[in-house]
C-alpha cells in the first residue's frame, strides 16, 4: 500500500517531528557540554554551551521560549495529524504529544 505524501495529515504529522528536533537538539547539545567537562563549573558548562550558539539565542529565556514555541507548535501539528486513518502515525502523534509535553512542562518548571 503506498503512502499518498500530498496527504496534509502526513505532513503535519511530518512538520511536528521536525519542530521536536529543535528542542531535543537544545537537549543533547547541553547533556553533550555536560559529559565532556563533567569537572567544570556550571559558569564554564554555560559559557561553552554559548559558545556554540548565535548572538541571538545567548539568553537563557531566548532558548526557553524558543524550545516553548517549537514544542506547541509540535503538539498543535500533530494533534491535526491525528486524523489520518493510519493507527502507525496515530500511534506516533500520540508519542510526539506525549514527548512535547514533557518537554514543554520541564521548561516552564525550570523557568520559575
Same mark, same amino acid.
Given at each position: %500500500? *503506498?503512502?499518498?505524501?500530498?496527504? $496534509?495529515?502526513?505532513?503535519?504529522? #511530518? ?7 529543535? $528542542?531535543? &537538539? ?12 563533567? !569537572? ?7 559559557? *561553552? ?5 548565535? #548572538?541571538? =539565542? ?5 532558548? !526557553? ?14 494533534? *491535526?495529524?491525528?486524523?489520518?486513518? &493510519?493507527?502507525?502515525?496515530?500511534? =506516533? ?7 512535547? &509535553? ?8 525550570? #523557568? %520559575?
Amino acid at each position: %500500500m *503506498k503512502r499518498n505524501i500530498s496527504n $496534509p495529515f502526513f505532513i503535519y504529522s #511530518l512538520w511536528s517531528k521536525i519542530q521536536l528536533i529543535i $528542542p531535543i &537538539s537544545f537537549w543533547v547539545l547541553w547533556i553533550y557540554i555536560s559529559e565532556t567537562n563533567a !569537572a567544570a563549573t556550571q559558569a564554564v558548562k554555560q559559557a *561553552k554551551f554559548n559558545s556554540f550558539l548565535p #548572538l541571538f =539565542l545567548k539568553n537563557y529565556y531566548v532558548i !526557553a521560549l524558543v524550545i516553548l514555541i517549537a514544542c506547541i507548535i509540535s503538539i498543535i501539528l500533530a494533534v *491535526k495529524g491525528l486524523k489520518d486513518k &493510519s493507527p502507525i502515525a496515530s500511534v =506516533l502523534n500520540i508519542i510526539t504529544i506525549f514527548f512535547a &509535553s514533557v518537554i514543554v512542562l520541564l521548561e516552564l518548571f525550570s #523557568l %520559575m
